[in-house]
């Protein structure tokens, strides 16, 4: 199914997602996400699940400034 | 207060335009900025807001000038090397515009100080490189009811939000708290292209000088990062988190906090690098 990930769009396997983050390899402590608009909960990763058309935004820290 | 003939002259260009005019400069003489961090984001910003005519702009800095912030940290020349960064950023902003005050505080932003330093400014301007400090300056914004606007630079990438507190999406309600020690490779060795912080922090200036004017629409509710290998502007909307600890429904943070470790999140801590690459 395709989602579009931080604006792109791409073609994935489906699941959580937990499971993108996975396949990803993102950790999920280092990410915020948003699923249509929606930030989530780190303990809905799980349990989100994804659907064809979703919007996900990751969001990095970003930590410099100096 | 009026203006001399010399300040209407310095001024034109922003006395020209409707939204400014000569009322709007006198909001700008009139106010007052902090900039936590005189250095990558802190540089810019202190430059344009001292041109724009700002009547105060605070400046919270500990560190002294290192060769290795020449880069970015246009506040500061190469003969400061080894002086302090408030006190260089103040001489800077004085031979640009002797019309602005400058408030230093050589010390670092804590739990004990933050509060009564705020209090004094309408704008806070987060330019630091740590995530306990991004985190401390969107508490303290918070308790001293102060709009932030909030900057962050990493490799190739910038990132800009505005929070008005109790109003709009606070730095918590997106990031709930630093991240885990080690996870994010940032501040010292990920490294960061100079002009970035001319950008992300320009952008930070922008946003002060519309809050003090009360024009245009702020950057709250989103986040705006900036790819500088595309050159692509992308924003992200946020929204206020009713669980959010700190500006929730139940609020857990009721009083400001050191979060410790002040490079908590960072892989390789300063003081652990040769002094060659230290930044």
Do not use: W
């Not at chain 2, 020349?77 to 800077?92: A, F």
């Not at chain 2, 000088?209 to 909307?237: C, S, W, Y």
Request: aromatic share 6%; glycine share 10%.
């Amino acid at each position: 199914m395709q989602v579009k990930i931080n604006g792109k769009s791409e073609e994935i396997q489906g699941g959580t997602v937990l499971d993108l983050l996975a396949a990803k390899k993102i950790e999920p402590q280092m990410v915020a996400v948003e699923v249509n608009d929606k930030m989530l909960e780190r303990d809905h990763l799980g349990t989100t699940r994804l659907n064809d058309g979703d919007q996900v935004e990751f969001l990095f820290y970003m930590g410099g400034g100096r | 207060m009026e203006f001399t003939d010399e300040q209407i002259s310095r001024y034109s260009r922003h006395i020209l335009l409707p939204e400014v005019g000569g009322k709007g400069q006198k909001k700008i003489a009139k106010a007052k900025i902090l900039l936590v961090g005189a250095g990558g984001l802190g540089s810019p910003a202190a430059l344009y807001l001292a041109a724009a005519g700002v009547g105060t702009i605070g400046l919270i800095d500990s560190d002294v000038v290192d060769l290795t912030n020449l880069q970015r940290q246009i506040l500061h020349h190469t003969p400061d090397v080894g002086r302090s960064k408030v006190l260089s950023g103040k001489e800077k902003i004085q031979a640009l515009n002797p019309d602005v005050q400058v408030s230093m505080y050589e010390e670092r932003l804590t739990a004990g100080n933050a509060l009564k330093i705020f209090s004094d400014y309408d704008v806070v301007i987060d330019g630091v490189d740590n995530f306990t400090a991004k985190f401390l300056i969107n508490d303290a914004c918070y308790f001293a009811n102060k709009p932030l606007v909030h900057g962050g630079i990493l490799r190739f990438d910038g990132r800009v939000t505005t929070i008005i507190p109790k109003q709009s999406a606070c730095y918590r309600c997106v990031f709930k708290q630093p991240p885990p020690a080690g996870l994010v490779a940032s501040c010292q060795e990920a490294g960061v292209i100079g002009v970035l912080a001319g950008i992300i922090g320009t952008i930070q200036a922008t946003e002060a000088l519309k809050l003090v004017l009360g024009i245009g629409r702020p950057l709250t509710n989103r986040m705006l990062d900036f790819d500088a290998r595309k050159t692509q502007f992308r924003e992200i909307h946020v929204k206020r988190n009713p669980k959010c600890a700190l500006c929730g429904d139940h609020p857990t943070i009721t009083e400001l906090f050191d979060d410790g470790d002040p490079y908590a999140g960072c892989t390789v801590r300063p003081d652990t690098q040769p002094k060659a690459v230290r930044l």
